[in-house]
């Protein structure tokens, strides 16, 4: 069962994305396809990853993603951002959607120490904090955020005093009120507060977020059908593809074919928290974790946003939404996952014989 049952999920997600997107965007389901090919591949490959030389080189690892997440700096930028390296004539790769598995390889070594002392948990953000910078400065405020409350927690599962987490909540809420003044651009500033005044506001910001809860609220139990959709098919939802995918498909598959959706992730994210209690490897468990959390974090942002409980922050729908890196990073995270379990399971056997 252990080792079917990562793969089941993964392609059930499939089907639910390739139709959804052979509904509200045609011309791009058969890249997706193709996405999903690619990371099959990627899962099966990893895999078969031994987890203990993914931890034997984590320096290097490490190294090699910094100098990933250089080199769209020097490109030129895509849609006034810098986020992308092109790999043929209509794939882009986007490093940053690697930076969080890769780079906690590291961290999960700094922190399995006996103690994290305050000298330690400072090298924990000296490891953490130069990738953080390199996908702000592309800019993308989302992935930044994401990668840092997701690596950031691995101080939690840590042996860290309460005094050095206290400090360190005082300084996170001090530079977040810097960032606030100092660091966000008008329009990252402006999807904030047209979230909080939504009602009264008709910006950009604030009216996607409306169309997105039209959308949603109008496929109420059954949904509209396939292609019958009015939001997104008649274009009134922007982005339907990638940030608003759950809004396309709570309106044309109902609040029933939402629900299995959400029901698929919760089933995915819900196992590999499951088997954190079923790994002997310390490392590895800590691996699980962050995965799980990674999807939880994605998956309750796109959501939320969806439906008007969080500002938009352009986080997309793990395996549903549209896009390659994206695709292919989570199909990579969840191959490493599975290669920690499927070790795990020789172990036992071998044990048993």
Same mark, same amino acid.
């Given at each position: 069962?252990?080792?079917?049952?990562?793969?089941?999920?993964?392609?059930?997600?499939?089907?639910?994305?390739?139709?959804?997107?052979?509904?509200?965007?045609?011309?791009?389901?058969?890249?997706?396809?193709?996405?999903?090919?690619?990371?099959?591949?990627?899962?099966?490959?990893?895999?078969?990853?031994?987890?203990?030389?993914?931890?034997?080189?984590?320096?290097?690892?490490?190294?090699?993603?910094?100098?990933?997440?250089?080199?769209?700096?020097? @490109?030129?930028?895509?849609?006034?951002?810098?986020?992308?390296?092109?790999?043929?004539?209509?794939?882009?790769?986007?490093?940053?959607?690697?930076?969080?598995?890769?780079?906690?390889?590291?961290?999960?070594?700094?922190?399995?120490?006996?103690?994290?002392? @305050?000298?330690?948990?400072?090298?924990?953000?000296?490891?953490?904090?130069?990738?953080?910078?390199?996908?702000?400065?592309?800019?993308?405020?989302?992935?930044?955020?994401?990668?840092?409350?997701?690596?950031?927690?691995?101080?939690?599962?840590?042996?860290?005093?309460?005094?050095?987490?206290?400090?360190?909540?005082?300084?996170?809420?001090?530079?977040?009120?810097?960032?606030?003044?100092?660091?966000?651009?008008?329009?990252?500033?402006?999807?904030?507060?047209?979230?909080?005044?939504?009602?009264?506001?008709?910006?950009?910001?604030?009216?996607?977020?409306?169309?997105?809860?039209?959308?949603?609220?109008?496929?109420?139990?059954?949904?509209?059908?396939?292609?019958?959709?009015?939001?997104?098919? @008649?274009?009134?939802?922007?982005?339907?593809?990638?940030?608003?995918?759950?809004?396309?498909?709570?309106?044309?598959?109902?609040?029933?074919?939402?629900?299995?959706?959400?029901?698929?992730?919760?089933?995915?994210?819900?196992?590999?928290?499951?088997?954190?209690?079923?790994?002997?490897?310390?490392?590895?468990?800590?691996?699980?974790?962050?995965?799980?959390?990674?999807?939880?974090?994605?998956?309750?942002?796109?959501?939320?946003?969806?439906?008007?409980?969080?500002?938009?922050?352009?986080?997309?729908?793990?395996?549903?939404?549209?896009?390659?890196?994206?695709?292919?990073?989570?199909?990579?995270?969840?191959?490493?996952?599975?290669?920690?379990?499927?070790?795990?399971?020789?172990?036992?056997?071998?044990?048993?014989?």
């Amino acid at each position: 069962m252990r080792r079917w049952f990562l793969p089941s999920l993964i392609g059930l997600d499939v089907v639910f994305s390739v139709v959804t997107l052979t509904s509200i965007a045609p011309d791009l389901a058969g890249r997706q396809m193709v996405f999903f090919l690619v990371g099959a591949i990627v899962f099966f490959a990893a895999s078969q990853i031994n987890f203990e030389t993914l931890m034997h080189n984590r320096v290097l690892i490490y190294l090699a993603t910094c100098l990933m997440l250089v080199v769209p700096l020097f @490109l030129d930028p895509t849609r006034g951002t810098a986020r992308w390296i092109p790999v043929g004539d209509w794939f882009n790769i986007q490093p940053s959607q690697f930076a969080i598995p890769l780079v906690s390889l590291v961290l999960i070594k700094l922190v399995s120490h006996s103690r994290m002392t @305050l000298a330690r948990t400072g090298v924990f953000f000296l490891w953490l904090l130069p990738p953080a910078g390199l996908i702000l400065i592309e800019p993308d405020l989302g992935t930044t955020v994401i990668y840092l409350v997701v690596l950031g927690s691995l101080l939690l599962f840590s042996n860290i005093s309460a005094k050095i987490l206290v400090n360190l909540s005082l300084i996170i809420v001090s530079v977040s009120l810097l960032g606030w003044l100092t660091l966000l651009q008008p329009y990252q500033k402006s999807r904030i507060t047209s979230f909080v005044s939504s009602s009264s506001s008709q910006d950009g910001a604030s009216y996607n977020a409306n169309q997105a809860l039209i959308a949603v609220g109008s496929g109420r139990i059954f949904g509209r059908g396939l292609g019958e959709g009015v939001q997104s098919q @008649l274009h009134f939802l922007p982005e339907k593809h990638t940030d608003f995918i759950f809004a396309s498909l709570a309106e044309e598959y109902g609040l029933i074919g939402s629900s299995i959706v959400l029901v698929l992730l919760t089933t995915l994210i819900s196992y590999l928290f499951f088997m954190t209690n079923h790994v002997s490897d310390h490392y590895g468990r800590l691996f699980l974790t962050l995965a799980g959390l990674l999807l939880f974090i994605q998956a309750t942002v796109n959501v939320n946003m969806n439906i008007g409980l969080l500002p938009i922050t352009g986080i997309t729908l793990p395996l549903i939404s549209y896009g390659g890196s994206s695709i292919i990073a989570i199909c990579f995270i969840l191959g490493v996952a599975q290669a920690i379990i499927n070790a795990d399971t020789e172990n036992e056997g071998l044990h048993i014989a």
